[in-house]
């Protein structure tokens, strides 16, 4: 594994313990966290002055602990386009997601408090994230399917085409999903190819491309 580069970090989030925790891990595995915020304002303020290369965003913060979090994050984007965020939920809200990746920048992360736990895959997530990707959490991309109607604009693809669009939801590189799916990486172009075809999405590149499908996806 390619060593990982280190992040200035700013951290929202009004549970101590876990805000705490996150500054523990992050510090001892390298990296720099420039501010701990406890409020949406306090988030949006912390940003414009550090421009931290990510901002790990709690959901939920005071005042009323609905969706303080969210709203700061797509202010923070308003202010910096393209700010790398990792939002942080204790429950799938796919609506969340929806609304961070509207202006189809990407540099979008949306993990479970639970997905915290497993650090390697964390630390990876908040790399990915700061490089431009869209990482969505598994649980996520899992409801996605639960909740499918019968009129599913990814009606058209086939079943392993779902499968790699599924992989791309979760931030998978070509590359990664090619292992993960014991095939070859121009199979997987292929498929990809396929899926921005069937998915009727405009000539532009591939990584804007993917943010578009992955919105598709979301919305299906």
């Known amino acids: ?38 409020d949406g304002p306090a988030l949006v303020a912390a940003v414009v002055a550090h421009e931290p290369d990510v901002a790990i965003v709690d959901v939920r913060m005071p005042p009323s602990f609905t969706d303080e979090g969210l709203r700061a994050a797509v202010e923070v984007r308003g202010k910096r386009p393209g700010c790398p965020i990792v939002v942080l939920s204790q429950y799938v809200e796919l609506s969340y997601a929806d609304d961070l990746l509207a202006d189809r920048a990407g540099a979008i992360g949306y993990l479970l408090k639970d997905r915290v736990a497993d650090v390697a895959d964390f630390l990876d997530t908040l790399q990915r994230v700061s490089a431009g990707a869209t990482v969505l959490d598994p649980e996520v991309v899992s409801q996605l399917f639960v909740r499918r109607r019968d009129r599913d604009p990814l009606a ?16 998978r590189s070509n590359t ?21 075809t069937k998915l009727d999405l405009p000539r532009d ?9 992955v919105l598709t996806y979301l919305r299906s």
């Open 1 to 38: 594994m390619p060593a990982q580069r280190s992040l200035r970090v700013v951290i929202a989030d009004d549970a101590v313990l876990l805000r705490e925790g996150l500054v523990r891990l992050l510090t001892e595995n390298g990296h720099d966290v420039v501010e701990v915020v406890g």
């Open 156 to 171: 058209a693809l086939t079943a392993r085409e779902r499968e790699v669009l599924s992989l791309m939801a979760q931030g």
């Open 176 to 196: 990664a999903i090619a292992r993960e799916l014991v095939v070859t990486e121009g199979a997987v172009e292929k498929h990809v190819t396929n899926i921005f």
């Open 205 to 213: 590149d591939e990584q804007h491309r993917r943010v578009l499908a």
